[in-house]
């Protein structure tokens, strides 16, 4: 009885949790946006065939802005097209959108 009592309640805090994520793409808010983009003037020769170049972002760490340089990247599949990550508004604050292959 108590274990089917603990798996149970494993089961219901699993299931709202995973429903807090927030769906495919998303991300978290933060009260302001980020600072303005950084460019870079070359990025360098792919590492072999096949690879694309994703941009960097600014990401929210420990309640401060931190750049995350961009990168090779070989793509999951034929055809596959890099979305690059984003901060939207939304809101009162803006909402980060974690980049993804589609």
Known sequence: MKYKLLAGS???FGTVLAGCGGGYGSGYYVG???PAPRYYGAVGVAPGPGYVWTDGYWDWRNRN???VDGRWMRP???GAVWVRPE???EGRGYRFHRGHWR
């Open 10 to 12: 494993a089961l219901f």
């Open 32 to 34: 302001y946006g980020p």
């Open 65 to 67: 802005w931190s750049w």
């Open 76 to 78: 999951p599949r034929a």
């Open 87 to 89: 901060w939207r508004r």
